[in-house]
C-alpha cells in the first residue's frame, strides 16, 4: 500500500526520501473487506487515514434509525473525523468501507511528530484544509439554494466516480433528499435520454 | 477601531507589542454605514477582514432573484470570500452591512507578509480555519439531516446573538427553508410558550 501513497504524497508536496522513510515508519497498513467498519458512532477516531485503494464512508445514525452520509472517500484521498481526532472525543461518524479498502494510518502523536519535522507535509495539509474548506462552502450553498434536481446534477457533475460505485439510497442520504424523490428525478433522466 | 482589535488579538494569539504595531501599520480601517456594500457578488473580495463593530452578511442572488444568505459576521470575527481572497477570482457573493458596521482589513499580500513574520498569528489562523471546519460540518450536517424545527432550534442555540439582530426571512435564507414554513414554526413556538 505504501508504494500507491508514496506516488501520491510526491505529486502533492516537495519531500526528501528522508521525509518519505519517516512517513513509512510511522504508517499502520490495513486492509478493509466490504461493509467492514473502521470507527464506530461513539468511539474515538483515532487516526488520520489514506486510502490507496477502495471506499470509505462516514455517516451517522439518528435515533429515529435514519442514516445521513457525510462523506465519501474514495483511494487518493485523506479521510477522519477531524473533531475527534484532534480532541479525542466520541466520534459522531460510524466509518465504513463501502469497497475492499486498503488504507495507510498515522496517530496523532505521529502525525504530529512527522508535520512538525516536515516542512513539506505542514505545507500540504495546509493546501489540503484549504480545498476541503472550499467543498464543504459549496456543499453548504448547493444545500440552502438548490432544488434536488439540481442537486443530483451536481453531484454527478463533481463526483461522477462515486455516483458510478454507490447505490442511489447513498446518494440521497449524502444529498439530504429522500431516496423516492431521487428515484423520480433519476427515472425522468432516463427517460429524457 | 483598532483598539477593538487589540484587545481581541492579544486574548486569541502570543503577539509581541511590536507584532501588534506591525499588524496596525498595514490595517486599513472602513466603516460601512447599514446597507452599505463592501464586496459586489462579480468582483474580487481583496481584502481579510476584521469586524470590529455591526453585523455582516454574504449572500448569493440566483438568476430568479432569490437571495442565499451563506454566512453572518457580527463584531469580533474575520471574514472574507476565501476562494476570492486566494485567488483573486470574483466573488461569489455580495458583502454588505446589515448595521452600522466598523472594520479592518488587510490585502492579501499585507497579510502574506503579517503571517510570515508573525508566528502567532499563522498558529491563531490556523486554529480559526481548523473551527470553521467544524462550523462548516455541522451545518452540512444539520442540512441534510434536520426537519425545519431542527434547523430553527438550533440557530436559535448557535447563533442567538444572530437570531435577535436580524428578521426572520434572513434566517431562512440561511438555513434554506421557506419564509412561510419558518413564520409557521415561530407562531408555534410563541404560541407554545
Redesign the interface.
Known amino acids: 500500500m505504501f508504494p500507491e501513497f508514496e506516488t501520491y504524497i510526491k505529486e502533492q508536496a516537495s519531500l526528501s526520501d528522508d521525509d518519505i522513510g519517516l512517513m513509512r515508519a510511522k504508517a499502520i497498513e490495513k486492509t478493509l473487506r466490504r461493509k467492514e467498519v473502521l470507527v464506530h458512532q461513539g468511539d474515538v477516531c483515532r487516526y488520520k487515514i489514506f486510502v490507496t485503494k477502495g471506499l470509505l464512508r462516514a455517516y ?1 445514525t ?1 435515533e429515529d434509525g ?1 442514516e ?3 462523506h465519501f472517500s474514495p483511494e487518493n484521498s485523506w479521510f477522519t473525523d ?2 475527534s481526532f ?1 480532541n479525542a472525543t466520541p466520534s ?1 461518524y460510524t466509518i465504513d468501507a463501502l469497497e475492499h479498502s486498503e488504507l495507510i494510518l498515522w496517530t496523532k502523536n505521529d502525525l504530529r511528530y512527522l508535520v512538525a519535522n516536515i516542512p513539506g507535509l505542514k505545507a500540504c495539509f ?1 493546501t489540503l ?2 480545498k ?3 467543498v ?2 459549496r ?3 448547493t ?3 438548490s432544488t434536488t434536481e439540481e442537486k443530483y446534477e451536481e453531484f454527478i457533475k463533481n463526483h461522477a466516480d462515486i455516483h458510478a460505485r454507490v447505490p442511489l439510497h447513498m446518494v440521497a ?4 433528499v429522500t431516496r423516492e424523490t431521487l428515484s423520480r428525478i433519476r427515472r425522468s433522466y432516463v427517460i429524457g435520454k
Not at 442520504?173 to 439530504?176: C, N, P, V
Open positions: 451517522t439518528r435514519s445521513h452520509i457525510m477531524p473533531e484532534a459522531d495546509d484544509i484549504y476541503a474548506g472550499t464543504l462552502r456543499r453548504i450553498h444545500a440552502i439554494s442520504s449524502y444529498l439530504g
